[in-house]
């Protein structure tokens, strides 16, 4: 996770690196973007808030482009569920 991310976009994943990796292996739910197709939320329950991890696909890989707490799940096509 970049310093840029974590200090100043969204500090409030400060140190949370290990509930990103969980969230990315075991999320509630996955989403497609609305805005992008190659783009996929990845949430998980953080007690009254979600963490989001948003990730690009692309040509079989994949890369964190940031991650943030939401309150709520945004739209877009639920792609899978727990």
């Known amino acids: ?9 969204h500090p409030e994943i400060d140190g ?3 509930e990103i990796k969980e969230c990315l292996r075991n ?3 996955v989403r ?5 197709e190659e783009v996929l939320l990845y949430y998980k329950q953080e007690g009254a808030y979600f963490l989001c991890v948003v990730v690009r696909h692309l040509n079989g890989e994949g890369f964190i482009i940031t991650a943030y707490i939401t309150d709520k799940i945004k ?5 899978w569920k727990k």
């Open 1 to 9: 996770m970049s310093a840029y991310i974590t200090k100043i976009k």
């Open 75 to 79: 739209e877009g096509e639920v792609v």
């Open 16 to 18: 949370k690196e290990e």
């Open 32 to 36: 497609k973007s609305s805005e992008d």
């Open 27 to 29: 999320p509630v739910e």
